[in-house]
């Protein structure tokens, strides 16, 4: 989740360039596409301790070409030693996709042709400068087979 003032610009941006047909979640940066359900009370106690300190530092570093949509990259140590926390602590029931190299990023725009995509990539790198990304907390969602439900969410503290 993000701070305020990041989520309302990143929300705004989804809103704007993501099909509203498809847009069933608010921006977010996945730290994992599918957990087992078995997993959602352990992966509940893990995210209280990991939200028990005070937010990592975080910062939007580019934007990424999605071959058909955009998304910002960011770059995060301590979100990155979580995620790899996490994967150890799940060994064995992530799916490849999510034992591949994480790249974390927000995707803003997704399932667009691709000439629209690279419109907005221009448009978005002739303005773009590294800047700091708020993060509030950290949350995890059920997929129900289109629409998603929220299960959980945990605030930074501090």
């Known amino acids: 989740m993000f701070g305020d003032g990041d989520n309302g610009w990143l929300q705004e941006l989804r809103r704007t360039h993501f099909p509203p047909e498809r847009n069933q979640v608010p921006a977010h940066l996945t730290l994992f596409h599918h957990l087992p359900p ?3 009370r352990e992966l509940g106690q893990r995210l209280a301790t990991y939200t028990a300190v005070p937010a990592p530092k975080a910062r939007i570093a580019g934007v990424i070409d999605l071959g058909t949509g955009t998304a910002f990259r960011v770059e995060s140590e301590e979100l990155e030693d979580i995620r790899y926390d996490l994967a150890g ?4 029931m992530l799916t490849p ?4 190299p ?3 990023h927000v995707t803003i725009q997704n399932k667009v042709e691709p000439k629209e995509a690279k419109r907005l990539q221009q448009r978005l790198r002739a303005a773009f400068e590294p800047r700091p990304l708020a993060l509030k907390g950290l949350a995890s969602w059920r997929y129900l087979g289109g629409p998603w439900e929220p299960i959980r969410s945990h605030a930074f503290r501090g």
């Open 38 to 40: 078995s997993l959602e």
């Open 102 to 104: 994480w790249r974390p």
């Open 97 to 100: 996709q999510d034992m591949a």
């Open 89 to 92: 602590a799940f060994r064995g």
